[in-house]
């Protein structure tokens, strides 16, 4: 049963042409407006389809789908393990694990989360993944079923609405309880997606504190103001802490399948219904076992100081 958006036009409304009443009461954006023009039903007053130039009476029923189009997609559904932490007819938020790509590319073509999405929500919803995790990271990753709930999702994380927690085993034992890290971040010329902090690049900004230390590593919380591709990864390996088992900005671990880095939380207002959503994903195992464990070294352990050219929060 396909899903609607509604409004009833109220007195004030009556007489106005349709397109402005869709603009103004479900925000939605021009791409989106014109696949609803094309679809069947995608408009409709009392159930009627209409065209955005229909004049509006009051008492009428606006309404819009809301659920994705058969777009074509070239990701082949293969079934597989998808750990759901919320559900509804708007939102797949999952919990990923280490290790599994999100999307199809060279070298994985069907191996991939977006694979698994698509055997398990079928084709007629376009795989639509609205953050973005490494695949050696897991953790909470928001799907969205509709380009309407995409959309208002993508404009969240454009205003800074969403809030995002991570956990992260790191080298070394951080001297500081807590801090800012506020250091623009960059491409690395001709290294693909490698990333740097260059006083050129976008502005970006990540708050940790220190959860726990082992004997040379420290389990920290983090939190984004900015998304920046391998925004912590970068600045944590800027700071002389790189994630454990980050084999781009510090050492790999035959051990790990990725880097010890984990989407731990999630909160973002409802695309639809505007309830503010909380999700939580527990720490992997793994990160205990990493956290105690000394790796070899010829020096006793030290608590590094920090850098003056950053902005620290104790």
Not at 93 to 109: D, E, F, Q
Request: charged fraction near 20%.
């Amino acid at each position: 049963m396909p899903n609607h958006l509604t409004h009833v036009i109220t007195a004030e409304e009556s007489g106005q042409p349709v397109g402005p009443l869709l603009r103004r009461h479900f925000g939605l954006s021009a791409g989106l407006l014109r696949r609803l023009k094309l679809r069947e039903g995608g408009i409709t007053l009392d159930g009627i389809p209409v065209t955005v130039r229909a004049t509006a009476q009051e008492g009428q029923c606006l309404a819009i789908l809301t659920e994705g189009a058969r777009e074509p997609q070239d990701i082949l559904p293969v079934p597989g393990a998808l750990d759901i932490v919320f559900e509804d007819a708007h939102l797949l938020i999952l919990n990923k694990p280490a290790g599994l790509p999100v999307h199809p590319s060279r070298g994985h073509y069907l191996d991939t989360l977006a694979n698994r999405v698509v055997a398990y929500l079928g084709p007629e919803i376009p795989f639509r993944a609205v953050n973005r995790l490494d695949r050696g990271t897991s953790g909470l990753l928001c799907l969205a079923k509709s380009g309407l709930a995409a959309q208002r999702v993508s404009a969240q994380l454009a205003d800074r609405a969403i809030s995002r927690g991570y956990l992260a085993v790191v080298e070394g034992r951080l001297a500081v309880p807590s801090g800012i890290i506020d250091a623009p971040i960059n491409r690395v010329p001709g290294r693909g997606i490698m990333r740097q902090i260059d006083a050129a690049g976008k502005p970006a900004v990540t708050h940790f504190e220190v959860v726990r230390r082992g004997p040379r590593r420290t389990l920290v919380a983090l939190r984004l103001e900015t998304g920046r591709t391998h925004q912590i990864r970068v600045h944590m390996a800027h700071l002389g802490h790189p994630v454990t088992g980050d084999f781009m900005y510090g050492t790999e671990l035959d051990t790990l399948d990725g880097q010890a880095l984990h989407a731990a939380s999630l909160e973002l207002n409802h695309p639809i219904t505007g309830e503010r959503v909380r999700l939580t994903a527990a720490m992997p195992g793994y990160f205990e076992g990493l956290l105690q464990t000394t790796p070899p070294c010829h020096s006793e352990p030290s608590e590094e100081p920090c850098p003056s050219s950053f902005c620290w929060h104790a």
